[in-house]
């Protein structure tokens, strides 16, 4: 199995930065595509931000020219680096991954703890 753990999040005034980290671990793994999500009180969890393999990234529109997804594929970890937050970014930020255990052959999608983020002054 694999194991997300997020970390990075908290109180920060308009228009700062935060920067979130999600470690991966667990044994006879290969992660895929991982992504950050969110979670407002009282809405559905949305994508913040996608990146595959490869490197290919996308964003949601609300996040696009604030938000930088990144991740380290050696040390199965992926990043969110949050510029010019604004109020409604206030959230419970979760990780997710895609990834296939190889002594199964098959690819499970996996959810971290979540962490929040709250946009206040």
């Known amino acids: 199995q694999v194991q997300l753990v997020e970390s990075g999040g908290g109180l920060v005034q308009p228009g700062g930065s935060l920067r979130l980290s999600c470690a991966a671990s667990?044994?006879?793994?290969?992660?895929?595509?991982m992504a950050w999500y969110r979670q407002a009180p009282g809405k559905q969890r949305e994508m913040v931000a996608g990146?595959?393999?490869?490197?290919?990234?996308n964003y949601a529109d609300s996040v696009k020219g604030r938000f930088t997804i990144s991740r380290d594929n050696a040390k199965n970890t992926v990043f969110l680096q949050m510029n010019s937050l604004k109020p409604e970014d206030t959230a419970v930020y979760y990780c997710?991954?895609?990834?296939?255990?190889?002594?199964?052959?098959?690819?499970?999608?996996?959810w971290g703890q979540g962490t929040q983020v709250t946009v206040s002054s």
């Open positions: 997710y991954a895609d990834a296939v255990i190889a002594t199964m052959g098959l690819q499970f999608g996996y």
């Open positions: 667990g044994s006879d793994f290969s992660i895929k595509f």
């Open positions: 990146i595959s393999s490869g490197g290919s990234t």
